[in-house]
């Protein structure tokens, strides 16, 4: 079974930084391409960014050059660095596979918070 553990999330003003982090077990992800996705409150989850195998990166356009995605494999992470955060993405941010849907099953973690507010 696949876990994701996701953190880094927080209050923030806009303007401001936050980097989350999404810890994986029971998989090695090296071997995946992987994404962040966030879903705000009354709406669809959606697809923020996604690196593959080879560390390429894609991005919403509504967080392109703001957000940075990166991966560790020797520590099974991948991060996401949100910089100029605005109001609009705030959010549950989840990690998980790109596309969704591990060997094993359909897995995904907890999320973590991301509240961006004066």
């Known amino acids: 079974q696949v876990q994701l553990v996701e953190s880094g999330g927080g209050l923030v003003q806009p303007g401001g930084s936050l980097r989350l982090s999404c810890v994986a077990s029971?998989?090695?992800?090296?071997?995946?391409?992987m994404a962040w996705y966030r879903q705000a409150a009354g709406k669809q989850r959606e697809l923020v960014a996604t690196?593959?195998?080879?560390?390429?990166?894609r991005y919403a356009d509504s967080v392109k050059g703001r957000f940075a995605f990166s991966r560790d494999n020797a520590k099974n992470t991948v991060y996401l660095q949100m910089n100029s955060l605005k109001p609009e993405d705030t959010a549950v941010y989840y990690c998980?596979?790109?596309?969704?849907?591990?060997?094993?099953?359909?897995?995904w973690g907890q999320g973590t918070q991301v509240t961006v507010s004066s």
């Open positions: 690196i593959t195998t080879a560390g390429t990166t």
């Open positions: 998980n596979k790109f596309p969704t849907g591990w060997p094993t099953g359909d897995y």
């Open positions: 029971g998989t090695r992800i090296s071997i995946y391409a």
